[in-house]
């Protein structure tokens, strides 16, 4: 990459509704409320608010106006909230309806209405990787010394449970930080990863760069998942070969090639699966793996029983020695909600990615968080797979999803502007810019 075309991302933040929402993400779970049986939490509350006027600017949009990867995700939160309904019945199934619509489709539309260009897109991952390296200091005094640094004195402030005992990990605690879950914070710090090279280090490796991904690394590593390392290697992965790639022709066609390949030799070399061999291996124990391999068998027969609608939230059929945790996002949303959800939020998000990557543009800037965001969610697609998405991490799924439409175009406010007033003087043109 040249230096002359070197993408720099503006020293800003995002808009202050996304920096409050993004910041509520990492709230530990002890600040939320609960008003009779619904639990408000920081985050719920600021969707809650966002979501309608939200929705109208995204309908005045003219830029980058409402299209199908929209109506997709607007129909995946309308058709899970209509299978909690016909699951649980309408006392019961419409408050959580209600509140999945919210957390899902809010979040996206959210990103939609302020994430409308790249620079927009760089101050979100920006706002993320410094989170996230935040949260790696109280993460590693977490881990060595066996205190919850951050959940045990908001639990002291304002009530609840505090984080439950989870066994240790080669000889280190797994670090809560103010997450749920060691994985879902773990989840929360690989999603940085490609963003941090891509954007904030400008694609390049140098000695500022290596530092920020290490960073990213390192609180990957005290969440001690699987699901989070599993997400961070397919990262590093698909990076290496954008590097070790470049200049050569149809590298990416290559590289689906030989995935497929890799797909057909174990669909006939092995007894399971692909999905089953991935899912066995991508585990950080041998008894994870096992009960993965379970959850598959038993969750796939419940959507052979409820293809429509699912089950809601009602308990599935399993071994009396399972957990009721199905760790797996993709295949609980398809249980709890039946295939025609899974169907939209998968085509939303085949359509956002074929839309990005149709793009000609010769701009680093988009390039980059072209490749950063595909990689990113091809990350929570994997991890997705052995991990699920709940509460705040959920929420930070379908808002990434939302970035990406931001993507799918080119954002050249200075042309258009150029092309409406060519009589006007530079000076005044680029003050006609800022209005």
Same mark, same amino acid.
Not at 33 to 61: C, E, F, H
Not at 89 to 103: D, K, R
Not at 319 to 326: E, G, I, T, V
Not at 386 to 412: D, Y
């Given at each position: ?103 899902? *489709?809010? =979040?996206? /539309?959210?990103? +939609?209405?302020? #994430? ?5 897109? &760089? @101050?979100? !991952?920006? $706002? ?115 590097? *070790?790639? =470049?200049? /050569?022709?149809? +590298?990416?066609? #290559? ?5 497929? &390949? @890799?797909? !057909?030799? $174990? ?119 052995? /991990? ?48």
């Amino acid at each position: 990459m040249s230096t002359a075309t070197t993408y720099k991302p503006a020293a800003k933040w995002p808009a202050l509704p996304v920096v409050i929402l993004l910041l509520t993400f990492t709230l530990p779970p002890e600040t939320s409320l609960s008003v009779g049986s619904l639990r408000l939490s920081p985050y719920r509350v600021t969707l809650i608010a966002l979501i309608v006027p939200a929705i109208n600017m995204l309908l005045q949009d003219r830029h980058n106006p409402a299209g199908w990867p929209d109506g997709l995700m607007a129909m995946h939160g309308l058709w899970a909230g209509l299978s909690l309904i016909v699951t649980m019945g309408l006392s019961e199934g419409i408050e959580t309806a209600g509140i999945y619509f919210v957390e899902t *489709f809010g =979040a996206y /539309v959210v990103a +939609r209405a302020y #994430i409308k260009t790249t620079d927009d897109y &760089a @101050a979100v !991952l920006k $706002l993320i990787f410094t989170v996230a390296a935040g949260l790696l200091i109280f993460a590693a005094a977490e881990s060595f010394s066996g205190t919850h640094i951050l959940r045990e004195p908001f639990k002291a402030i304002f009530g609840g449970s505090g984080p439950h005992y989870i066994e240790p990990r080669l000889g280190l605690t797994r670090a809560f930080a103010s997450f749920e879950h060691p994985i879902l914070f773990g989840v929360f710090s690989a999603s940085a990863f490609a963003g941090t090279y891509y954007i904030l280090g400008n694609a390049q490796l140098n000695l500022a760069s290596v530092k920020k991904l290490a960073a990213i690394g390192m609180a990957t590593f005290f969440s001690l998942s699987g699901g989070p390392f599993t997400a961070l290697a397919l990262q590093m992965g698909i990076i290496a070969w954008d590097r *070790f790639t =470049a200049g /050569v022709a149809n +590298r990416w066609t #290559i590289l689906l090639a030989i995935m497929a &390949a @890799a797909w !057909l030799v $174990l669909t006939m070399a092995s007894n399971r699966s692909p999905i089953l061999v991935f899912i066995s291996y991508l585990t950080f124990s041998a008894n994870s793996a096992y009960n993965r391999v379970h959850i598959w068998n038993y969750g796939t027969a419940e959507v052979a029983r409820h293809p429509i609608f699912g089950i809601g939230l009602n308990d599935w059929i399993r071994a009396p020695w399972m957990s009721s945790s199905m760790d797996n996002f993709w295949l609980l949303t398809t249980v709890r909600y039946g295939l025609p959800a899974l169907l939209f939020l998968l085509l939303s998000l085949v359509i956002i990615g074929m839309r990005q990557t149709r793009q000609k543009s010769t701009s680093d800037a988009n390039k980059n968080a072209r490749k950063s965001w595909l990689v990113t969610l091809l990350s929570f697609t994997l991890a997705g797979l052995t /991990v699920h998405f709940w509460n705040s991490l959920m929420v930070q799924f379908f808002f990434l999803i939302g970035c990406g439409v931001a993507l799918t175009q080119e954002h050249r406010p200075s042309q258009a502007k150029q092309q409406f007033t060519p009589q006007k003087s530079p000076q005044i043109q680029e003050r006609l810019l800022w209005i």
